[in-house]
C-alpha cells in the first residue's frame, strides 16, 4: 500500500521559515517524481513545485508564488522528500500535500498545515 | 501559465441525474486531469489522459474533450459523488488546477 506522511506544519510569524517533510512507503520512491500540493483554507488546489527523481537529473520546478522562497529536496536513503519554506508570507496559510504519481498526481499525503499569522 | 477556467461554480442535481462539468484552458494542453475532493480528504484522481478512469473509479464517470475543452461527465449520479471537482494539466510545469465544481445535492 502506497503511504505519503507529511510532517513538520506548524504556526510561524511572517517573514519566518518552517520545512516540511513527507515520508513515503509501498513503492520505489527513487524512481518517483514528487510533488507538494497546497490548499488554503476553503479554497482550491495549487501546485506548489516538484522534484524528478535522481537518474532524471533530480531537478525541481516551482510555481511563480513560491519561486525563490520555497525548495524542494529529496534525500533517497531515507525515503523523504522536503519542501523548504523561507520568507514565509501569511498567504502561505494553507493545507500542504504531498504527492507522487505517474504523469499526473496518483497519491496524496493526508496534509500538513502551515499557518502564517503574527 | 496555463489558467483553467471550471464552468459552473456549483451544480445542483438530485442522485440519479446526469452532471456534465466542464473545464477551459487558456492555451492549448495535452495531459489533463480531473480530481474529486470531498469535504475533510485529500483529493483522489478521477481521469487521467483527458478520458481514461483512474483506478478504481465506476464507469459511470467519463472525461472527454482535446485541446482547450475538456467535459467530465457523470452518468447517473450517486450519493457519494456529491463532492468537489477539479481539473489539472500536467504538460510542462507550472502545472495548474481550475477553481472547481461544487456538485450538491
Known amino acids: 500500500e502506497v503511504q505519503l506522511v507529511e510532517s513538520g506544519g506548524d504556526l510561524v510569524k511572517p517573514g519566518g521559515s518552517l520545512r516540511l517533510s513527507c515520508v513515503v512507503s509501498g513503492f520505489t520512491f527513487n524512481n518517483a517524481w514528487m510533488s507538494w500540493v497546497r490548499q488554503a483554507p476553503g479554497k482550491g488546489l495549487e501546485w506548489v513545485g516538484r522534484i524528478k527523481r535522481r537518474s532524471d537529473g533530480g531537478t525541481t520546478d516551482y510555481a511563480a508564488p513560491v519561486k525563490g522562497r520555497f525548495t524542494i529536496s529529496r534525500d533517497d536513503s531515507k525515503n523523504t522528500v522536503y519542501l523548504q519554506m523561507n520568507s514565509l508570507k501569511t498567504e502561505d496559510t494553507a493545507l500542504y500535500y504531498c504527492?507522487?504519481?505517474?504523469?499526473?498526481?496518483?497519491?496524496w499525503g493526508q496534509g500538513t498545515l502551515v499557518t502564517v499569522s503574527s | 501559465e496555463i489558467v483553467l477556467t471550471q464552468s459552473p461554480g456549483t451544480l445542483s442535481l438530485s442522485p440519479g441525474e446526469r452532471a456534465t462539468l466542464s473545464c477551459r484552458a487558456s492555451?492549448?494542453?495535452?495531459?489533463f486531469a480531473w480530481f474529486q475532493q470531498k469535504p475533510g480528504q485529500a483529493p483522489r484522481l478521477v481521469i487521467y489522459s483527458a478520458s481514461s478512469r483512474a483506478t478504481g473509479i465506476p464507469d459511470r464517470f467519463s472525461g472527454s474533450g482535446s485541446g482547450t475543452d475538456f467535459t467530465l461527465t457523470i452518468s447517473r449520479l450517486e450519493p457519494e459523488d456529491f463532492a468537489v471537482y477539479y481539473c489539472q494539466h500536467y504538460d510542462n510545469p507550472p502545472w495548474t488546477f481550475g477553481q472547481g465544481t461544487k456538485v450538491k445535492i
Open positions: 492555451q492549448s494542453v495535452s495531459n
Open positions: 504527492t507522487t504519481g505517474i504523469g499526473t498526481i496518483d497519491f
